[in-house]
């Protein structure tokens, strides 16, 4: 499922938001674009992301951030991986900025799924190459290139 994920994740080289709510919707509209779910439920996803940061941010330090959401309304497992050149503030668990942003959106009856992602995401995050390599990516392409690298061989 993992190498599924890779293949289909939506890529963005460099998040115009300039602060954590900007890019809450910015990923979201990415997500929807990709068809994780319809137009009408990007509103209430956001509302979810926005109290799941207020109970404690996403941000995991070392410039990454993992914002993930479960929902009925969420039609299947998309992940958008997204680079923020000049990096947000996040209250990362660290105080640093965030460069590197995973949204996660999954449907709410596949739990199973959605752990495996996020754990693979949290090894992702954890890897000081993984961060370097992605930051340095030239385009798309690099940035999926290294993806593939990264994920579980089956």
């Known amino acids: 499922m993992i190498g599924q994920l890779v293949d289909t994740a939506a890529l963005v080289a460099d998040l115009a938001a300039t602060n954590k709510d900007a890019a809450l919707k910015e990923l979201l509209s990415v997500a929807q674009a990709a068809g994780a779910f319809g137009t009408k ?8 992301l926005v109290e799941r940061e207020a109970v404690g941010s996403t941000g995991l330090g070392n410039g990454v951030a993992v914002p993930h959401v479960k929902g009925d309304e969420i039609e299947k497992v ?33 739990p199973d799924m959605h752990l495996q992602c996020l754990r693979w995401i949290a090894t992702l995050a ?20 290294l993806l593939r690298e990264m994920a579980p061989k089956v």
């Open 41 to 48: 439920a990007t509103k209430g996803l956001h509302k979810r």
């Open 78 to 110: 998309v992940l958008v991986l997204a680079r923020a050149k000049k990096g947000l503030e996040w209250h990362a668990i660290d105080g640093r900025a965030v460069n590197i942003l995973f949204l996660l959106a999954s449907p709410k009856d596949d």
């Open 126 to 145: 954890r890897s000081a190459d993984f961060r370097r390599f992605f930051l340095d990516a030239r385009d798309d392409r690099a940035m999926r290139d």
